[in-house]
């Protein structure tokens, strides 16, 4: 499959309907300059999915998909880019010219591909192996003992190494040579298979190509003395990237709107088997950044299910603060230690349901590690510092105020300013006033793209969050509008006066804090300063009246 052209690229863009696209996986009605409907990627009664039928991008304002109308169809049909321009060419009549490739890149696109088709074979092989020789039966006591059944196992394409050479033996007869194996990570140094009398689970791609495999030691005598062994990294697999399952738990993370994130492999087998099947292995105790934004892509509500043992190490801890900075809704189930969720399948849904937030948790845990009351209290002030308000958080702060017996004046102190989060995507609904004052105004701009000019005087430091400081940068430099603000604009009935005064307050704002701590000689000077932005807002309002 070759390259398109840029402007085969384009032409497509210009002459699809994206309303019509739309409409196909869900039904849109007008709304103004926009159209509105039920979002096709998660599950939701009241419409919050908005189409730009000019910009041709659509938001939705409850799982924040977001994306032009090539990335709609890569998503709903699941292609990829090329594919799914080709798909729109096909249905809006476009002619693509493709890119003449450069030997290079064909060289490398062949070599990838040989490299899937390798690792996709050596996948099946060791299928085989697993259920048809009599080396399986070890591999399938095992996985007997575990509970697992043969479907399941089979659906996650198992398999067995056997060692030796048994492997590129038989890749060297379907034509593939050694160094081809050694940068597919399916043979060590010496030439020999790299995986030798292990059960092995391939780690699949988000669209289910195998990428590489995890390997769990059955004997005793195995030279590799971890009980887990990945594929080397290398040209194909890099193991922060990946989330164990992700490929099967796709479909299910989107419309059930929450994913169950669990530790290890077999866990994500014997949940699948009991019927809960948005569930994904982490790969290690700690979610990765990459990780986190895979799975922001298919819902922000987390369940992350540790062994007891496991649930308080900074590790894991470390992975929970960063998704719960990153906007998402993390629960946590921490399991009795020693025992997993695949000892515990059944009976799963209600330990889901009444996990912890995140919140609630890191709360408890900080006070059962306190030394004293004054420590807990410090430490739950910390935690309870870094998010903004939410019937979470006020849960856990009940719960503090509770557990250390505080008087009702002291509670006040264990949350007393609501920070603002400055990393990461902020979720839509989270928003505190200042930050939708910032918000809104960007989407202002973006919808009236004139206020630019007015935009690009405002100084960055006029944000307080790093990521509206870029979304400003963005704008003032003429680069590609975001969705999300663009859609902001249409559902907050943002008209060009209105975001001119948004803009005008952020102006206010600034100078009122400058104000704040301003030694006198300026002070004067400050409020002049001030009554001028404030008659200016004055003006704007009089002149039609603001509906908000
Ligand atoms: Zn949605």
């Known amino acids: 499959m070759a390259l398109i052209k840029d402007t085969s690229v384009e032409e497509v863009k210009a002459a699809s309907d994206v309303v019509a696209v739309v409409s196909g996986r869900t039904q849109l009605r007008k709304a103004g300059p926009r159209y509105v409907g039920r979002c096709p990627f998660h599950e939701e009664r009241t419409p919050s999915f908005s189409v730009n039928p000019v910009e041709k991008f659509y938001y ?106 048994t492997l590129a033996r038989k890749a060297f007869e379907r034509g593939f040579t050694r160094e081809e194996l050694a940068a597919a990570g399916l043979v060590n140094r010496r030439g020999n298979d790299y ?28 030279p590799m003395r971890a009980k887990y062994v990945n594929s080397p990294e290398g040209e194909l697999f890099r193991k922060g990237d990946m989330l164990y399952g992700l490929d099967r738990a796709r479909a299910a993370i989107a419309k059930q709107e929450r994913a169950v994130v669990v530790e290890g492999n077999t866990d994500v087998l014997a949940l699948r088997q009991a019927g809960v099947e948005p569930v994904v292995a982490s790969m290690g105790t700690a979610l990765t950044d990459r990780q986190l934004k895979e799975l922001g892509r298919l819902t922000k509500r987390l369940w992350l299910c540790f062994d007891g043992d496991a649930a308080g190490e900074a590790a894991t801890l470390r992975g929970m603060e960063l998704a719960a900075a990153q906007g998402f809704e993390v629960h946590v189930v921490a399991l009795p230690p020693g025992l997993d969720p695949a000892d515990l399948a059944d009976g799963f849904e209600q330990r889901l349901g009444s996990a912890e937030s995140y919140l609630l948790y890191r709360t408890r845990i900080e006070i059962e590690r306190a030394a004293d009351r004054q420590e807990a209290f410090v430490r739950v002030r910390d935690v309870l510092a870094r998010f903004e308000d939410s019937p979470q958080r006020q849960d856990a702060i009940r719960f503090a105020a509770d557990k250390l017996d505080l008087p ?46 007015i935009l690009a005087e405002l100084g960055p430091e006029h944000f307080d969050s790093e990521e509206h400081r870029q979304l400003r940068e963005q704008l003032v430099a003429g680069g590609e509008l975001d969705p999300e603000l663009d859609a902001r604009a249409a559902s907050e009935g943002i008209d060009a006066r209105t975001a001119e005064e948004l803009l005008l307050r952020l102006r206010e704002r600034r100078i009122r804090r400058e104000l704040a701590d301003a030694d006198p000689a300026r002070t004067l000077e400050l409020q002049a300063t001030l009554a001028r932005i404030r008659a200016a807002i004055e003006e704007l309002a009089s002149a039609q009246p603001i509906s908000r």
């Open 60 to 165: 939705c304002f409850g799982c924040g998909a977001k994306g032009d109308v090539i990335t709609f169809v890569r998503e709903t049909e699941q292609l990829d880019f090329a594919g799914a321009v080709e798909w729109l060419a096909d249905r809006f009549n476009v002619q693509i010219e493709y890119e003449e490739t450069t030997p290079e890149q064909d060289a490398r696109r062949r070599r990838r591909e040989r490299l899937l088709e390798l690792l996709d074979a050596a996948a099946t092989f060791y299928e085989r192996y697993l259920w048809d020789s009599q080396a399986g039966s070890l591999a399938r006591d095992y996985l007997a003992g575990r509970g697992l059944n043969e479907e399941v196992c089979r659906e996650y394409r198992l398999g067995l190494a056997l060692g030796g050479t």
């Open 195 to 222: 995986f030798s009398g292990r059960l092995l689970f391939p780690l699949a791609d988000a669209r289910g190509r195998v990428l590489g495999f995890q390997a769990r030691k059955l004997r005793e005598d195995d």
């Open 408 to 453: 009702k004046e002291t509670q006040a102190g264990l949350a007393p300013r609501v920070a603002s989060p400055t990393t990461g995507q902020v979720s839509p609904r989270l928003l505190d006033a200042g930050a939708r004052l910032e918000r809104h105004a960007l989407a202002g701009v973006t919808a009236h793209r004139s206020l630019v000019p």
